[in-house]
């Protein structure tokens, strides 16, 4: 069972601008992220606090299928989610204490490995058997 995150809106909020701050400062990200996005980053930020505060705070249920829109825009690979989640990491480590920072961490991660499996898992594949 997960523990229950301490942390304000404020600073859900702080930690999802920090976060895509540095995914529109990546190379690699920035592009994958434009094409979900298409300009609109105000709305998106405003789904990202909805889903972010509910993960966190568990205060209610986030619509988001991200699996769907990621599938749909393509782009993104397991090394590249990865990657968000060293970013989201160093989000963390700047703005929260360090038990806080490791919960968050924690179900950032969990969430990327979902997500990875929604998008990359196939049954034929020897992927998760190699990987040891």
């Known amino acids: ?30 592009p994958i992220f434009e094409r979900v ?18 993960v966190m705070l568990t205060n209610g249920p986030c619509k988001a299928s ?3 829109v990621h599938k749909h825009k393509g782009g993104l690979e397991p090394d590249l989610l990865d ?5 989201f990491g160093n989000s963390c480590d700047e703005l929260l204490d360090s038990e806080t920072s490791g919960l968050c961490w924690l179900k950032a991660a969990h969430i990327a490995e979902s997500l990875k499996l929604s998008l990359f898992y196939r049954p034929e594949r020897s992927w998760l058997r190699n990987a040891a």
């Open 1 to 30: 069972m997960m523990q229950t995150v301490l942390i304000s809106e404020e600073q859900v909020r702080q930690l999802v601008d920090s976060f895509y701050g540095k995914i529109r400062a990546d190379a690699d990200l920035e």
């Open 37 to 54: 996005v298409a300009g609109d980053w105000e709305t998106h930020l405003a789904k990202m606090y909805d889903f972010w505060s509910s």
């Open 83 to 87: 990657q968000c989640l060293a970013l």
């Open 66 to 68: 991200f699996a769907a």
